[in-house]
């Protein structure tokens, strides 16, 4: 028996942008999205001095960025190369943003943190991120149980690869524009609460996931936050079975496909990181040096809420 949890996420708040039959507050909202929005990842960047206590303007501008397109990308000035000191400073980070209910994750290390490296060692074995293959986009957690969806992530550049590693990033808000645009019905479709399964498994511990049915677009209960859970994976995964379901897919694919102006690329270098409201994603595939102990890494954190953008500190 499939999982299924989610209610029926009709939007009847009427000052809701999300909300499919208010197309006045659509429009509001989706011109003061666009207007003047950052279409170089250049725009994104914020400079900080310290990892653990960022300043409050620092710390605003990060807010402002955050607030436009759901992700802002730091780098900062003098990053310690001792891990314990990485791990601890992007704890007191995270927590600036209000970002404290970590996802227990199989893999993860001390304080939740993911270390994202090529490495053959038992329980990452095998799971693409832990290679140095490409991925295909996807949003954090799309196979999650109902409940358990990731909010938000971030992600830190510890050390670079050689070549590659490149990551694109796309807002959710701005993949709802496009197809709502295109088709309203397209949303709709989307929005149903059996959109998207991603079929049963068997993890590599012996522990069994059941099937994650789930809408792609979900909104908050105040109509004002959207959500996306979604991947470009072509097996292990069924659509609800509509013709309109079908055209939406293929006009996400599309977009994806190098069609949407407003992707967003960057290559981390050491010290430079995300945090942004679970936006999809993708990475390049990347060669590592020869020696063994110096590939690239990156530390990933994911949280079950939503990065808060009022408040400013924790
Ligand atoms: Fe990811």
Request: charged share 25%; with cysteine; glycine share 6%.
């Amino acid at each position: 028996m499939p999982l299924i949890t989610e209610k029926s996420n009709i939007i009847e708040s009427l000052t809701s942008p999300f909300n499919l039959a208010r197309d006045e507050a659509y429009q509001v909202w989706r011109k003061e999205k666009l207007d003047n929005y950052p279409d170089d990842s250049a725009k994104l960047v914020v400079e900080i001095s310290d990892l653990g206590n960022i300043s409050d303007e620092e710390s605003n501008s990060m807010r402002a960025i955050l607030a436009k397109t759901n992700m802002v990308i730091y780098t900062c000035r003098n990053v310690s190369d001792d891990p314990a000191s990485i791990r601890k400073g992007l704890t007191a980070l995270s927590a600036r943003f209000g970002l404290n209910a970590n996802e227990a994750h199989r893999s993860a290390g001390e304080e939740n943190i993911v270390a994202l490296e090529v490495t053959n060692l038992d329980g990452k074995r095998g799971y693409i991120p832990y290679t140095n293959k490409p991925l295909n986009w996807h949003t954090d957690g799309y196979y999650n149980a109902s409940g358990q969806e990731i909010g938000a992530f971030l992600l830190h550049c510890a050390r670079n690869a050689l070549a590659g590693g490149q990551n694109q990033l796309l807002d959710p808000e701005i993949a709802y524009i496009r197809l709502r645009d295109e088709n309203p019905a397209y949303i709709e479709a989307l929005s149903h609460p059996e959109a998207m399964t991603i079929p049963f498994n068997r993890e590599k511990d012996g522990s069994i996931r059941l099937d994650s049915v789930g809408p792609v677009f979900k909104v908050s209960d105040d109509g004002m936050n959207l959500s996306m859970r979604y991947t470009a994976r072509t097996r292990s995964i069924s659509w609800r079975d509509t013709p309109k379901t079908n055209e939406a897919v293929a006009f996400v694919r599309h977009l994806l496909d190098g069609n949407e102006p407003l992707v967003q690329t960057i290559t981390m270098r050491p010290g430079q990181g995300m945090i942004n409201n679970n936006v999809l994603h993708n990475r390049t595939g990347f060669e590592n040096s020869a020696t063994d102990n110096n590939g690239r890494l990156l530390y990933r954190i994911r949280f079950h809420q939503r990065v808060n953008i009022q408040a400013n500190s924790f």
